[in-house]
Structures are given as C-alpha cells and as structure tokens.
T-cell receptor
C-alpha cells in the first residue's frame, strides 16, 4: 500500500507571497492532519480534516488554512508568508472515524518551505 | 496549555544495551500515547502506541504507561547503531483543538 505523499518536497518563497501544499493520504484513510515542525518549537498541530470538514484546529493564525477534497486529498494554504513560516510542513493520514483514541497517524515525507 | 516533556539528550547508549526514553505529560485526561522515530532530514515514523496502563511489547521495543504518574516510556532492547535517531513522544488528549501534542524529542545515539 502506498504511503502518504506530499508535493512539492521543497519550496522557496519570499515574504508576502502565498503558498499551497498538497497531501495525498494512504488509500482508505479519511483523516488528514497537518503539522509544522521547526527546530525551536518542534512539531505543532495545525489542523485536521475528516470527510471534507475541519474537525480540529491548532493555535495558528488565520493565514494558515486548509481543505479536503472528496477523495480525501488535502491542501494547506499559507497566505502573506512571514520569515517565521520557514519550516517543515508534515501531513499525516489516519483512518479517522468516531474513536480517535486508537487512531494512528502516518506521516508523509514533508514539504520544506523556506521564506526569504 | 497541554505539554509533553522529554529530555532532549543526547542520550548515549552502547550497542547491545537497553535504551530507556522517558516522557511526561501535563494533561491527566490524555488517552493515547505514541512513539515516533525521526531520522535527521526525514519525517516521523511510527514505532508503537499504547493506551492502557502497563507494558506493551513489539519486537525489541516496549512501551510503558503509568497514567497515575503521567509518565510514558520506551525501552529499546539490544540497541543497534541504526536506532540512532530522535524519538518523539506524542499524546492524544481527546477532542478539542490539539490533535496530537508532541514532545520536542530525545536524541538517541547508539555507540558501536
């Protein structure tokens, strides 16, 4: 079974621009979560989508948004980029469903975003 | 603010020995606990999860959970140089706006 895929793998943008990142989950997985990883803050939860609906959201500004399509693929958008947005953006997929206690997340390779 | 604490290390362990990685969490309502391994420049890879008090074994790995002490650990038996990586502890508290809360990881070095 193919794993989680993310595109692009690397991006370089300048301040003020916007960016869209894409994530294709493992086949059969309906939940997609997005995380930001930086050396200083570690892995931080951005949001989670399930069945095309945002189910959970972390403490990030509104410049960070996402969506999920009917095939469970998800996109994340960051508008008005800031230098501090430079990070590794990771997408994780899971089966989803009612009980999240045992819902195991599998990570994609990530998109490395550099903001100049 | 839900927090997950890990000693950043580096933790240096001789090859063949047992590596013990520890994690504490602040939210007493936390329900499930995950250990991920992350090699430099790579994404996190799931090792195992646990949600009941006690021990759970999977090959060379054993996860231990003590909810009363808000403590979870990962033991790696017969450590190999390929186990050298950063180990991330993640906690799911159930609902709300947190998703998985991650610790900042422990850097483990297995010395040949």
């Amino acid at each position: 079974k193919a794993g989680v895929t993310q595109t692009p793998r690397y991006l370089i943008k300048t301040r003020g621009q916007q960016v869209t990142l894409s994530c294709s989950p493992i086949s059969g997985h309906r939940s997609v979560s997005w995380y930001q990883q930086t050396p200083g803050q570690g892995l931080q939860f951005l949001f989670e989508y399930f069945s095309e609906t945002q189910r959970n959201k972390g403490n990030f500004p509104g410049r960070f948004s996402g969506r999920q399509f009917s095939n469970s693929r998800s996109e994340m958008n960051v508008s008005t980029l800031e230098l501090g947005d430079s990070a590794l953006y990771l997408c994780a997929s899971s089966l989803g469903g009612v009980s999240l206690i045992t819902d195991t997340q599998y990570f994609g390779p990530g998109t490395r975003l550099t903001v100049l | 603010q839900k927090e997950v604490e890990q000693n950043s290390g580096p933790l240096s362990v001789p090859e063949g020995a047992i590596a013990s990685l520890n994690c504490t969490y602040s939210d007493r309502g936390s329900q499930s606990f995950f250990w991920y391994r992350q090699y430099s420049g790579k994404s996190p890879e799931l090792i195992m999860f646990i949600y009941s008090n006690g021990d759970k074994e999977d090959g060379r790995f054993t996860a231990q959970l003590n909810k009363a002490s808000q403590y979870v650990s990962l033991l790696i038996r017969d450590s190999q140089p390929s186990d050298s990586a950063t180990y991330l502890c993640a906690v799911y508290s159930g609902g709300g706006a947190d998703g998985l809360t991650f610790g900042k990881g422990t850097h483990l070095i297995i010395q040949p």
